[in-house]
């Protein structure tokens, strides 16, 4: 298996507090990802990463924002969380992103109370 | 904005037969197309990837065929087994914006015995 590890695997927050997942790999590749994924609307993107502090929006990106301080590390932070972010979040990496499959982790199951 | 959309009702087919599952695209070009298997509470897992010169790949009891006219990537699973039951997304790198990976909704896959 890919050595990606995403924390905390399980999360029960309140509406309107902050909270920051954390996707770390051990491969060294490039590009990085976090999706949600609802029942009904399969893997949507929130962000990516092209390189360390080099990330770019996805389809939903409001309320998110990330940070990659190095090449291990994808940080993903509701600033105040909804709870319409209710979600299962996955992350993933890609060595590149045309040619080459992309690894999961084993995805963050947030529910916002 | 480019789409991808996946046959949103599951599908249920009897072990042995072929299954044959849809991707479309629109408003883009691909040059390359990548399937995707994912289990209940686990993330997507890599099978198979597409260039669009190919037209058609092979891996085991999997086929994959790219028609860049019709804009649509056909999945098959031949003599298809209960084992086979997830759920299948497509997924496709977009070389216009820097590293996205977007992915269809899925469509589920039952397998009966």
């Known amino acids: 298996d890919a050595g990606i590890t995403q924390s905390p695997r399980h999360k029960v927050t309140e509406t309107g507090t902050p909270v920051t997942l954390r996707c770390h790999q051990t491969?060294?590749?490039?590009?990085m990802y976090w999706y949600r994924q609802d029942p009904g609307h399969g893997l949507r993107l929130i962000h990516y990463?092209?390189?360390?502090?080099?990330?770019d929006k996805g389809e939903v990106s409001d309320g998110y924002s990330v940070s990659r301080s190095k090449t291990e590390d994808f940080l993903l932070t509701l600033e105040s969380a909804t709870s319409s972010q209710t979600s299962v979040y996955f992350c993933?990496?890609?060595?590149?992103?045309?040619?080459?499959?992309?690894?999961f982790g084993q995805g963050t199951r947030l529910t916002v109370v | 904005s480019q789409k991808i959309e996946q046959n949103s009702e599951a599908l249920n087919i009897q072990e042995g037969k072929t299954a044959t599952l849809t991707c479309n695209y629109t408003?883009?070009?691909?040059?390359?197309l990548q399937w995707y298997r994912q289990d209940p509470g686990r993330g997507p897992v890599f099978l198979l990837l597409?260039?669009?010169?190919?037209k058609e790949k092979r891996k085991e009891r999997l086929k994959v065929t790219f028609d860049t006219t019709l804009k649509q990537s056909l999945f098959h699973i031949t003599a298809s087994q209960p084992a086979d039951s997830a759920t299948y997304l497509c997924a496709l790198p977009l070389y216009n914006q820097g590293g996205k990976l977007i992915f269809g909704q899925g469509t589920e896959l039952s397998v009966k015995p």
């Open positions: 597409i260039r669009e010169n190919e």
């Open positions: 408003n883009y070009s691909p040059a390359y």
């Open positions: 990463s092209y390189g360390v502090k080099d990330t």
């Open positions: 491969e060294n590749h490039r590009y």
């Open positions: 993933a990496i890609s060595l590149r992103v045309f040619d080459t499959e992309a690894f």
